[in-house]
């Protein structure tokens, strides 16, 4: 069985309260240069390298942390732009 690793931030604003961050599954499109829609199925973002130099490509699809979908505090979705 393959271990995986789950790539969770924990985020603590202003105020007293901390939350998790999580990426889940790749939105990528990888048809988009001849006009398709085509997702690669990559369900969680595993950070690729243990000391952290490629923390922020997945290990199993390749793409950049901000490919994939954001969530807080397990079900609301942030967008990543602030």
Same mark, same amino acid.
């Given at each position: 069985m393959k271990k995986t690793q789950v790539v969770v931030r924990r985020i603590s604003s202003g105020s007293s309260?901390?939350?998790n961050i999580r990426y889940v599954e790749c939105q990528r499109n990888h048809a988009a240069n001849i006009g398709g829609y085509?997702? #690669?199925g990559c369900r969680e973002f595993m950070a690729t &390298?243990? #000391? &952290?130099t490629a923390a922020l490509t997945c290990a199993a699809c390749g793409c950049h942390r901000n490919f994939h979908r954001r969530e807080v505090d397990g079900g609301e979705v942030v967008s990543e732009s602030s």
């Open positions: 309260t901390i939350r085509a997702v #690669d &390298g243990d #000391d &952290g």
